[in-house]
């Protein structure tokens, strides 16, 4: 495949990457959940750049990923000490904090809100930019606007060739979906974005309770119902339902169970993921990635388990599915 967007690699093109920050475009890099778009936070026109590739709305903000903990009182305000608990408990790892922004903290980047997320990154690729570039990193994920969040250098460029300076390729995300996010700012700790790291696993942390916001996912009015869509129609079916199908070749399937070969009929296109949500998640956006590329006539994705350990993923199936 030919791709007008550079290929870089690390360690050897940490300067040319560094360059491109340091001149205001955005390239996409691997974090250990998704790939980012980074942009250097504090160039207005950078952040400006972000949102012209991936075709966002200018009022829904971007997260701010930092090297370290002690960069948290850089960008924000008011800062209460679960916060410092939280970054100690996780970071670097896939949870992002809301916290309130400082007033230099331009507009751009948090949307006009009096708000910012921060995030310190596990992945190797994304922490040496961010140390490099000697900046904090915006970084929504890497794709246009309410398409597939992208766990590969392919995936990133399958909707944004052309359209940004380069692409870091590092291999795979191995979390595969993007960050929990919990808001310190409310009185009882709010996860509003549910992840990789659940509330049981925050409660541990803080010795105390914290509780999901009413509409997960939406962090931000207005922000769209649609998400992490492929370009192939995908219709959410129960087990029992796809267990009465009799699949074609034009249509592909998503299931944690193993069809039978009654079912699969003539169908190549099957992905079994496992049934361990976290190995689940891992290659959930994959899988879509891979039956969407096979211009299938549509894409049938089994319901996962109603059960809190599938809540990230079931919020994310929700909005894949979302007309
Ligand atoms: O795992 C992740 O979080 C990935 C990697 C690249 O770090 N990033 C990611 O970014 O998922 P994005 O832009 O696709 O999703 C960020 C979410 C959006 O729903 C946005 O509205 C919300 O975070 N957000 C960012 N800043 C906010 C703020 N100041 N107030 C409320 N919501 C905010
Ligand atoms: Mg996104």
Redesign the pocket.
Known sequence: MNYKTPVLRFPQDIATAVGLITQGECIAVK?E?????AADATNEHAIENVFKAKG?PAN????V?IASVDDISHWARDIPDIAYQLADAFWPG?L?I?LK?KRWVSDK???G?D???L?V?SSENFITLIRAANTGLA?????KYKFI?PTCAEHVLRSLDGRIAAVVDGGQSD?G???T?I?VTAPVPTI??P?PIDDLMIEQALARPVKYADSL????PG?AKQHYQPNTPVYLLSTEALSQMLLHNDEGVISYTALSESIKGECRNIIQLARDPAQYSAHFYASLYQLDKQNLRCIYLEETPYDKAWLAINNRIGRVVAK
């Open positions: 974090t959940t998704v790939y980012g778009l966002r829904n903000p971007l997260i990923h896939p992002s809301l922004k980047v948090t949307g809100h708000t910012i997320v995030r990154p970084a929504p994920s890497a794709n969040s979390v979906i993007e960050s996010i808001d509003v974005r992840g996912g939406v962090t931000v922000s």
